[in-house]
């Protein structure tokens, strides 16, 4: 009986994903530095109006799938980013509660700047447009398509 602790629970990924870690020494070593700096950029993404964190989340399970396996596992199992990346990776897309999350947290995030800072009008606009545009990339993600929904037969 085999026991693989680095699979994520009950979440696969695709059958496409690379699974073997990078043989050449030093391409392991770029692709881990590589990941952790994405993992900071998702991280501040998280936090900062105008930074995105996905993109640079899925950047992070991108590396790790290809240095360390088990570390990648460990992202795919967070609390927090797992489950969006899986969605992701293995349904094409994020879930609608998850985008309406993501807007509301931008509406908020940009109206406490506002407010909290005190910017000027122009700066303000600024901050505004930037998350507008941020929403609009949010609203043209591709929704997540769990398999079941994949097919037109009545379940």
């Known amino acids: 009986?085999?026991?693989?602790?680095?699979?994520p629970s009950t979440r696969t990924l695709p059958a496409s994903e690379p699974r073997a870690p990078s043989k050449r020494r030093g391409?392991?070593?770029l692709f881990l530095i590589l990941a952790g700096f994405f993992f900071v950029l998702g991280v501040l993404g998280a936090v900062l109006p105008g930074l995105p964190a996905t993109p640079f989340l899925?950047?992070?399970?991108?590396?790790?799938?290809?240095?360390?396996?088990?570390?990648?596992?460990?992202?795919?199992?967070?609390?927090?980013?797992?489950?969006?990346?899986v969605?992701?990776?293995?349904?094409?897309g994020v879930q609608p509660h998850v985008k309406m999350k993501a807007i509301l947290?931008?509406?908020?995030?940009?109206?406490i700047t506002?407010?909290?800072s005190g910017l000027s009008p122009a700066?303000?606009?600024g901050v505004v447009l930037l998350a507008a545009i941020g929403i609009v990339v949010v609203l043209r993600l591709p929704r997540a398509t769990p398999p079941d929904q994949d097919r037109n037969e009545p379940v």
């Open 87 to 92: 969605d992701w990776q293995v349904h094409g």
């Open 123 to 125: 700066p303000a606009l």
């Open 27 to 29: 391409g392991r070593l």
């Open 105 to 111: 947290f931008v509406v908020l995030a940009v109206a």
């Open 114 to 116: 506002i407010v909290v």
């Open 58 to 85: 899925l950047l992070t399970s991108f590396f790790l799938a290809r240095c360390s396996p088990r570390l990648n596992a460990a992202l795919l199992r967070s609390r927090f980013v797992g489950p969006i990346l």
């Open 1 to 7: 009986m085999s026991h693989d602790s680095d699979a």
